[in-house]
């Protein structure tokens, strides 16, 4: 028998100040986007901006739906529609960013299951890197250089 570890690098950074600018600009992006969810039932706001290789900046927010799972997370509305508008362009970064309207949400939240494997699919068809930021409603904000770091062994089209 053999045992492996896997680790990755995660940035963290004490505030969205001590980002670049523009990583500074796209989680701003991200904020104004997390500002149209539509959350009535969670009453939690997910915020995202994508940064495509040709520069153009992509949003996008929870939607829910009174029927649960007829909503879509902030993460897959972005990416699906940056792969339907943009498609053969490649993705950068992603900021993500949520808060909660029950109470001030200060540690970053990392996309859901389902939403690591919807950007993990981008990631493994583009064949590079996505770097992804993460924060709550302020505070520290998380940077990894993959999705790959946070979805290790992950499932993709090579096992089909």
């Given at each position: ?17 001590e980002l670049s600018a523009e990583d500074n600009k796209l989680m701003n992006d ?87 494997q919807a950007i993990s699919e981008y990631e493994v068809k583009q064949k590079k ?20 770091d946070i979805l290790p062994l992950g499932f993709n089209s090579s096992f089909l």
């Amino acid at each position: 028998m053999q045992k492996q570890n896997i680790t990755f690098e995660l940035s963290i950074f004490d505030s969205i100040d001590e980002l670049s600018a523009e990583d500074n600009k796209l989680m701003n992006d991200a904020v104004a986007a997390r500002g149209d969810a539509y959350a009535p039932y969670s009453n939690f706001q997910v915020g995202v901006a994508i940064l495509l290789e040709n520069g153009v900046v992509v949003t996008g927010n929870n939607q829910e739906n009174a029927s649960y799972p007829s909503g879509l997370c902030a993460e897959r509305v972005a990416i699906f529609y940056a792969g339907a508008k943009y498609p053969g362009v490649g993705i950068q970064t992603i900021a993500i960013t949520a808060t909660s309207i029950n109470h001030v949400l200060t540690d970053p939240a990392a996309p859901c299951g389902n939403c690591r494997q919807a950007i993990s699919e981008y990631e493994v068809k583009q064949k590079k890197p996505i770097a992804l930021m993460m924060m709550g409603e302020k505070g520290k904000v998380f940077k990894c250089n993959s999705m790959a770091d946070i979805l290790p062994l992950g499932f993709n089209s090579s096992f089909l």
